[in-house]
């Protein structure tokens, strides 16, 4: 049984860094030239002024580091931000004119320029939430908004491939909102099964994080 379920989970990390290289891995020089909260809040102030001059409007959902980022999280930094396509709303022209307007690159689908910030669309099947309804306000501007979804499905999402970086998060994560631990496994048991599986197996990381962080 251990030699199926180690051979089951390398077959399942090859077809994940195979099909979704660009979203699941971050090479380590491009982590440490990531923007911080105030940097990325000054890029999205330009979007947002753009938007205006285009006299169009855009809510996005953002996934991966966002939530940590701008809730403070000490030291956190990213080269992206991961937009959550099936809960976004924009329209796709002026939302890459206003990312583009603001420096920097939308959606690449091809090799990324170093050093340069980008806004990566996300759609389920490169990375997983878990089924959610509702979302909460991170920030909001004059023509851009940007959500999160329940802080339960963001951990949930990092269980999947639980590398350093995501622990980090959810460590975080935990101790500032101190979700149910009932909440995180609903999430997971939502996804689908390949993800579902191995968010399962890493739920044990959220017992070694401490008792006093998250309601069990």
Known sequence: MRIQNSRRDRQF?????????????K??????QGLSR?????????????????GATAQLTLVGSAAGIFAGQPGRTSIDLDV???????????????????????????????DTPYIQLVEPGIAETGNFETTETLEQF???????????????????????????????????????RQDIEQAVNTMPRQAREKAKENLVYLSTMGGNEIAF
Do not use: C
């Open 27 to 32: 090479q380590n020089k491009m982590e440490q």
């Open 142 to 180: 004059s023509a851009l908004r940007l959500e999160r979804p329940p802080i339960a499905n963001l951990i949930a999402a990092k269980l999947v491939r639980a590398e350093p970086k995501d622990l980090e998060d959810i460590a975080f994560l935990l101790s500032r909102y101190r979700p149910a």
């Open 38 to 54: 105030d940097e990325w809040l000054e890029k999205l102030t330009l979007v947002d002024q753009s938007l205006q001059r285009q």
């Open 84 to 114: 959550w396509k099936p809960k976004s709303r924009y329209q796709f022209q002026a939302l890459k004119k206003a990312v583009e307007d603001a420096g920097l690159l939308f959606d690449p689908k091809s090799t990324l320029e170093p």
């Open 13 to 25: 990390r090859n077809v994940a860094l195979s099909t979704q290289d660009r979203y699941h891995t």
